[in-house]
């Protein structure tokens, strides 16, 4: 069974920066393709960016040149670099895992940009 915990959320101030993490507990980590999306009120949850287990990443164009994903495969855990942060990125962040056939989710964490 797989269980992702999601941390690193907060407020920030329009301009600043957080870093998101996503521990993955269970097997398969570093054959699993991870993603974050996010969810704001009143919207679908949309995703944001993604990182396969070969290492390639791709993101939202709305987050192109801001957001990095990475994973560290030793640690089970993958990150959300967030630079530059707009108003517009106020949301919950959930981590998702694709294991196989399999999908998992966190339970995700706020990221509220405001000054």
């Known amino acids: 069974q797989v269980q992702l915990v999601e941390s690193g959320g907060g407020l920030v101030q329009p301009g600043g920066s957080l870093r998101l993490s996503c521990v993955f507990s269970?097997?398969?980590?570093?054959?699993?393709?991870m993603n974050w999306y996010r969810q704001a009120p009143g919207n679908q949850r949309e995703w944001v960016a993604g990182i396969g287990h070969g290492g390639t990443t791709n993101y939202a164009d709305s987050v192109k040149g801001r957001f990095t994903i990475s994973r560290d495969n030793a640690k089970n855990t993958v990150y959300l670099q967030m630079n530059n942060l707009k108003p517009e990125d106020t949301a919950v962040y959930y981590c998702?895992?694709?294991?196989?056939?399999?999908?998992?989710w966190g339970q995700g964490t706020q990221v509220t940009v405001s000054s």
């Open positions: 269970g097997s398969f980590f570093s054959i699993s393709a």
């Open positions: 998702r895992a694709d294991v196989s056939i399999k999908t998992y």
